[in-house]
């Protein structure tokens, strides 16, 4: 066979598109619009597989090479006999067969750009005997599928004689083949977008589901998609638009609801979520995620009680289908999330017998780890709560909550200086914990670290948000009281950071001729004090003002 011979033979993947004319399927318009969106999606979508499509009625055979294209495959196509062979056998002609002197002899595979097909798909109406040629080349093509409108008068079975298949039936329907096209299409299009996603290439992913619901405005999965698209861009009410969408589409599909419901409660729009839970219920009444979402929004609520009825409600749910794993990982969840409305309820051993059936069941989820330490910090069972925090940063380095809260345990046990480097490690994170900032500056101030305590109350202040007015207030409090300290010296801030440390310092010496006869009431240190006019005493361990006492 010659060059020119082969190349006729093996054409183009979208070769059927090229033809005007050539199927009275579809109309043209579908047809113009595959021409242009197939040569991109081929770009996209992962290989799938190679397949020789043979059959002897050009519009199937077109059509199935539309939806096979489309969504991955790569195509070659004949309505001929004679040429299918042809085509099966050019394919792995291109290889170099070497016979070396020992007797063995070696193949040299085909260069990547030749067409090896996975398996070969034909039509019921191709003689038996072809079919029968094609298995013969079963060491080259590992599958033989028939396809087409099988005959009521014929048994497939009697094929076996010849070759073995598996059977794929495609019923002639014009309407309903262009119809079920636009869907293929479309479907090919929101899939690609999801790999695209699942990368962090949100913008790309979005545009392809765009493209999608351009081909089919009535594809659900495709709004569902950009609508999780735009909720990682942090477009909220664009996302809610897609999944509004979906629902008017499809209303028993429960997963829009959910969706919807989910950006609502981050919103802290918990009432209207509450409603979207529920009618997701409605749909499906063993749905984790609306259970563990609808429980999610009344805790925020601080409706604990009916929040735990939630969590109760996805530890009665059992599916046969589920592995030992993917039980362990929704009962864990549930269980850490009733253990967080018990802690707010004030049932702290409750909230720890919770977790620790959390963690019994996953020992890898780093939040029952970090829950119970805040159950056991605010039993004051400080030594166990940093013991939990320590295995929650070993599984989540970058939680700044965990490294707040250990910090805060810390200072609770004196240990100061350890206290300080959590509270820094939790600045550091992405993001930072803004309560850091308030936690840092009352242990510098423990250490008489002043200025650094100021600094630090300031950068609180400076991002502190409106919900933590109380502490806000204590921040403003501590930081007056702190520059009031330092002005009633008779120097000023930036005197009193520069002087006031190191043994050559003129405070370290004004602190040494103080008498030593004299003990802080609030750190107990003694020879710390400098008196000023009006004010009985700085103690420069702890900043304390007039709380000296004899030992």
Known sequence: MSADQKKALVCAPSRALARTGASDLASRGLLDLLRHGLDDLSKVVPEKGRV???????????????????????????????????????????????????????????????FVPRFVMLGLTMPVTLGAELF??????????????????????????YYDFDVLPTPFDAERSVNDMRSWLAEAWTNNGNLLDAEAHHSDALECHEKALAIDRRCVSAWINKGLCLDELGRWPEAIQC????????RPNYTPWVRKADILTRMDRFEEAIHCYDAALQLSAESISSWMGRGAALHHLGRYQEALHCYDKVLEIDRATWTDCGRAHVYSDALNSKGASLYRMGHYSDSIECYDKAIALDPKYAQPWYNKGNSLQATKHFD???SCYDRAVELDPGHTG?????????????????????????LGCDPPD???????????????????????????????PASTDRQVEQARARLRDLKSRIESLGVSLDDFGS????????????????????????????????????????????GGTGVRKQP
């Open 384 to 386: 166990e709560a940093v």
């Open 499 to 542: 002087r006031a440390r190191g043994s050559d310092s003129e405070f370290a010496e004004s602190r040494a001729t103080v008498t030593g006869a004299e003990r802080c009431t609030r750190c107990s240190g003694t020879g710390e004090f400098r008196t000023s006019s009006g004010v009985d005493g700085i103690c420069y361990a702890c």
């Open 402 to 426: 965990t490294w707040n809260n250990k910090g805060i345990c810390l200072r609770n046990l004196g240990r100061l200086e350890e206290a300080l480097v959590c509270h820094e490690k939790a």
């Open 243 to 250: 999944y509004e969408r979906a629902i008017e589409i499809n």
């Open 136 to 161: 013969g080349l079963r060491r080259r093509i590992s599958k033989l599928i028939l396809w087409g409108k099988v005959q009521q008068s014929e048994d497939l079975e009697q094929r076996r004689e």
């Open 434 to 464: 803004l309560f850091g900032w308030y936690n840092r500056a009352l242990v510098q101030e423990d250490l008489g670290r002043i200025q650094d305590a100021i600094s630090s109350y300031e950068n609180y202040l400076a991002v502190a």
């Open 52 to 114: 020789l499509l043979v059959n002897d009625q050009q519009a199937l055979l077109e059509e199935m090479e539309q939806i096979l294209v489309a969504n991955g495959y790569e195509v070659r196509s004949t309505c001929r006999q004679a040429d299918a062979i042809n085509m099966a056998n050019s394919f792995f002609e291109p290889q170099d067969v070497t016979v070396h002197a020992n007797g063995y002899w070696s193949v040299t595979p085909c260069p990547a750009n030749i």
